[in-house]
């Protein structure tokens, strides 16, 4: 079985995941899938090395042996790995496709760990998710970061870390907003075509307002476009100035205070980013290398 790394790397985002569907979605597989790989370790070893408990994954004491010796497995490849590319020494750029919030505020942050990893440089187009994807089945990018899945055929998706989605203005405004106060600012809109538009709509309506109500004062096709305006705009306006906006994009800015956030009553808005790749890559050492850093990353 220690042949088969792949059935102890599903194991081991089982524990990690403290779950089996969350180590499905992070792995790009199917749950089913993922309880037959654990079904096929236990039945190889004839022991029970997890239990499933309404609160998570408990492992038994055969478990908590199996974690650790797969542990230092995967040290142990994620170093031969570090040879095998020494071995290949290939010359390349490597390209990263990400949407807007991500390409702009999130992967810039990893772009010189992700250059190490590879040991060749790395460039990054960044556009709408759905352009991304084009250009990913279009092979004009190696691996794609994006805020929203398009299901094409030949296309993987892992799922990355979660974002969330706040309102934000450059003055005050009150912590918890309801359906009322919205309609007491002037906005600031996402395209139609962005996925922060159409999820921001999904939720809205949910509360029974819909954006065509809003008082727009303009729709801007980027969300730094969007915070640039935000903070050259009137700060003593009547009507609060605002917007919806990953908080990834204005975190800076709401530490230090130049602008203010606020959430929805009741309402958490929270998204998933994804890694994407083709299916015909699946076992390229270098996008595997890129991929398991990025999902490495608890917290971005």
Known sequence: MLRDFAKLQTFLMVIKEKS?????AKLGISQPAVTQQIKFIEDYLDTRIVERKKNGILLTKEGEDLYR??????????NSEKELLKIIDKKFTFVIGSSNAIGNYVLPNYIGEIKKKIDNEVHMNVALSEEIID???DKKLDL????SPVFKDGVIYREWVEDELVVFSNQPIPKHLCAEDLMNF???CRDEA??????TSEVFEEMGVH??????????TSPTAIKETMINSDKNAPRPLVSVMSRHVVQHELANGTLFEARLKNLKVLRKFYIAYLKEKKHDV???NVVNYLLSLNKV
């Open 69 to 78: 010796i797969a542990q230092k497995l995967e040290r142990s490849i994620a």
């Open 135 to 137: 250009q990913l089945i």
């Open 211 to 220: 954006c065509s109500n809003f008082n727009v004062l303009a729709v801007l």
């Open 286 to 288: 270098f996008i595997d």
């Open 20 to 24: 089996f569907s969350k180590a499905s």
């Open 186 to 188: 002037d906005w600031l």
């Open 144 to 147: 794609a970061l994006v805020e």
């Open 194 to 199: 962005s996925h922060t538009r159409k999820l």
